[in-house]
C-alpha cells in the first residue's frame, strides 16, 4: 500500500471512529435501529440467541474458523524459525497478520471492560433491569456498570482487514478488505438481532480493528530495502551467491 493510500485510509478509519462515538454518545441512532429488532409485545428479538442455526453460522463458526487460522500461522512461526526463514519479509507479513488476530480483539475486549455500557438487552426499554448510561456519564458510587461497548464478538471478524493488508494486487486487496467487512458485519448483525450489542457498537469496533491494522503495518509491512535483498543474495562469507543454473 502506497503512502497516500494507507494516510487516506487512516484518516478515514479516524473520523469513522470519532463519529461512531459520537454517534453513541449524542444521538438517538441506536435506539432507533434496536426498536425495529425487538417486539415489545412478546419480549423477545428478531433472533433468538438460543437458534442453533445462526449461533452456528454467525457466532461458533467464524470465531472458531479465525482461531484456527491463528493457529495455522502460528505453526507457519514456528517453521520458518526452523528453517532459517524467520527473516524473509513473508515472516513478517505472517507475524503481522497473527498480531492483528490477538491484539485487535484483545484491545477491544480491554475498552469493553472499563466501558460502562450497558447491552440493549439489558436496559429496561428491552426488558432488562439497567437504565441507559453514555460511555461518558458519572456514575454514582458503588452502582453496576456494564462491558458491552464496543462489539467483542465482532472483533474476530474485522481484524481479517489485515489481509487486505498485505501487498498484492489492488483488485484482491479490496476483495480482501470487501470479505473482511462481510465476516465481521455479519457477526455484528447477529449481536445486533439478538440484543447483545447496538450499531455503533459495531461500527466502532470495526474503526478500531482498521486504525491499530494500519498501525501495526507502518511496523511490519515495510518492503525490503535494497541492503536486505543484497543481504539475503550472499553467502556466510559475504561473497555473493551464484545462481544455479537449471539441469538441462
Not at 474458523?65 to 505453526?75: K, Y
Not at 462491558?147 to 487486505?164: E, R
Amino acid at each position: 500500500m502506497g503512502s497516500k493510500a494507507f494516510a487516506c485510509l487512516m484518516l478515514v478509519s479516524l473520523v469513522g471512529l470519532i463519529a461512531s462515538i459520537t454517534i453513541h454518545e449524542t444521538t438517538s441512532l441506536d435506539m432507533f435501529v434496536q426498536d425495529r429488532l425487538y417486539d415489545a409485545q412478546r419480549d423477545q428479538w428478531v433472533v433468538d440467541k438460543n437458534a442453533p442455526l445462526p449461533r452456528l453460522f454467525f457466532y461458533n463458526l467464524p470465531k472458531y474458523t479465525v482461531a484456527g487460522l491463528g493457529v495455522v500461522l502460528v505453526v507457519s512461526l514456528i517453521l520458518d524459525r526452523v528453517h532459517g526463514r524467520a527473516e524473509t519479509f513473508a515472516s513478517r507479513q505472517r507475524f503481522f497478520l497473527l498480531l492483528c488476530l490477538i491484539f485487535i480483539p484483545l484491545a477491544v475486549a480491554i475498552i469493553k471492560r472499563y466501558s460502562g455500557v450497558f447491552c440493549p438487552a439489558e436496559l429496561t426499554r428491552y426488558g432488562g433491569k439497567q437504565a441507559l448510561r453514555m460511555l461518558f456519564q458519572s456514575r454514582p458510587p458503588g452502582a453496576e456498570v456494564g462491558h458491552c461497548f464496543p462489539g467483542g464478538h465482532a472483533s474476530a471478524g474485522f481484524a481479517l482487514v489485515a489481509f487486505s493488508l498485505l501487498p498484492r494486487g489492488r483488485t484482491t486487496r479490496w476483495g480482501l478488505l470487501a470479505g473482511a467487512l462481510t465476516v465481521g458485519w455479519g457477526m455484528g448483525v447477529y449481536q445486533m438481532a439478538k440484543g447483545a450489542h447496538f450499531l455503533t457498537h459495531t461500527l466502532t469496533t470495526m474503526f478500531i480493528a482498521l486504525v491499530m491494522a494500519l498501525l501495526l503495518g507502518v511496523w511490519l509491512l515495510r518492503p525490503p530495502t535494497a541492503s536486505t535483498n543484497t543481504t539475503a543474495n550472499t553467502d556466510n562469507s559475504g561473497a555473493p551467491k551464484t545462481p544455479s543454473m537449471p539441469d538441462s
